[in-house]
């Protein structure tokens, strides 16, 4: 049985009910609107998928969120702290709050799994060496892989780098997890295993987590509430199940992970018979 | 055509400022830097001892191909025990640190960019943003500083080695006599030889090291756009010595 040790409930910086609060967000990509008026708000303590067809800027909505891009128009709210504007030094302080777990783990290469699990923890504090030893295998032990502390990344199933990065990721005891496209590439029993960790160390560390993800029946598991991004705007939101029903073309496509629909199989192009009848001139 | 190459120089005037920003924003980092000398010796470790092989036996051949070059030469004027002037002064001010920063760049710096450029594309810096660690700060002042330590000590141990080569040759093959090779090049050759070696070493340790560093940290985070940022770093690494070469010749003549 999985098992968390040195569980704790953070002190919240803000009592409001929600941790992040985006509010009427643009953003634009080399000139594309990426996102025109965007509003949603992240509960705290609550997992929250945020889902989506590919392209519709799920990344990028992490990257707003993590002070990685700036939004163009519009505020976000971070644990109280706004974002537009928000100096470096600031900015880092307010990184220390928060975890993310990247797609592919984004493991240092040239570090061992304890190193890498401690990397933080060296960066920021001046704790005694037993000290880290035991919280790095703490989360190790969390996360199931005390027994590869010794391995390098190299030496990882692509599981067990995510695992890893996730211990990484809350070796700080951060009040928000960001996991990006946690369950891309995964096995079963890896997807299986990260599915109930995002669960249990939400609940046992009284975390927020947000996950970024378009593996429908896997994430309406875990979550709590779920964003379905659509055009730049939340189409949808609610909980798995109330997105089952939602009177919506978009949402019925995504669910039911329909080849054609508002967002269509064919990428734009012109006329087909033209262009086969079309003569001499070049594509 | 005109107008191609007014983008063409504006593009590369915006480049220039860029690295020069990114020269100015790891100064500003190096008091830091240094604080975290575990990172640093790493990198000497790296940009150095690793290179030592490819630069001790390149020195080697490069002194013997002097020696065999300059005895040729010197003979025809009946002045071979000059060998050894010629040698020293070649390689000092010269070959040394130049052949060096080519070398450097071609092992040395392609190791950092390709690093660098490796760690964009995996989303290490990003992940070290994440944890609010600072990506210059943690890891690319260390190898700055590594390349820019490593650089003229390279450098000097090139020299050496290839002053030895050149008394292999002149002197155990070709018979110039071991006193008068040895004295000339100690009365010939001057500490403003020798410093002018020093700088320009230093310089090249600067700019190769940059060059990596900036081509890597930048590199777009794709399998061709590391190859690009590291044959970036050789072509324009090799550039930049010759250039630098021929103003600090200048400067010091």
Known sequence: MLRVIGARKPTPLNQTASIIEIRNVGYAISGRPVFAGLDMDFPRGRVTAVMGPSGTGKTTLLRLITGQALADSGSIVVAGQELCGIGRADLYLLRRRMGMLFQNGALLTDLSVFENVAFPLREHTDLPERLIRQLVLTKLQAVGLRGAAELMPSELSGGMSRRVALARAIVMDPEILIYDEPFVGLDPISLGVILRLIRHLNDALGITSIVVSHDVQEISTVADAVFLLSGGKVAAKGTPQELRSYPSEIVRQFIGGLADGPVPFHFPAPDYFGELLARGEEP | ?253
Do not use: H
């Not at chain 2, 590369?12 to 830097?33: C, D």
């Not at chain 2, 010939?188 to 230093?202: F, T």
């Not at chain 2, 985070?221 to 930049?240: D, F, I, L, Q, Y």
């Open chain 2, 1 to 253: 055509m005109i107008e191609e190459l007014w983008e063409s120089t504006i593009e590369s005037l915006v480049g220039l400022g860029s690295v020069v920003r990114f020269l100015l924003r790891l100064v500003a980092e190096l008091p830091r830097g240094l604080m975290r000398i575990d990172l640093v010796a790493q990198q000497i470790y790296n940009a150095g001892a690793l290179s030592l092989v490819i630069i001790m036996l390149s020195g080697l051949f490069v002194g013997m191909v002097l020696g065999l070059q300059g005895f040729e030469l010197l003979q025809r004027f009946g002045s071979e025990e000059a060998l050894g002037t010629a040698a020293a002064i070649g390689l000092v001010k010269e070959l040394g640190p130049v052949v060096t920063a080519l070398l450097f760049a071609g092992r040395a710096g392609t190791a950092l960019a390709s690093e660098l450029g490796l760690m964009r594309a995996t989303d290490q810096l990003s992940a070290m943003e994440m944890m609010a660690v600072d990506p210059i700060r943690r890891v690319v002042v260390p190898r700055f500083l590594g390349g820019v330590i490593a650089m003229p000590l390279l450098a000097a141990i090139f020299s050496v080695i290839g002053i030895y080569g050149a008394q292999l040759i002149g002197v155990q093959i070709m018979r110039v006599d071991a006193g008068s090779f040895w004295s000339q090049m100690r009365a010939s050759v001057g500490l403003s030889d020798i410093n002018e070696g020093i700088v320009k070493s230093c310089i090249f340790g600067v700019a190769c090291s940059l060059i990596a560093v900036y081509e890597g940290y930048y590199a777009t985070p794709t399998a061709e756009g590391v190859g690009r940022a590291t044959t970036r770093t050789v072509v324009t690494s090799a550039v930049v010595i010759l250039f630098f070469d021929y103003l600090i010749t200048a400067a010091f003549l």
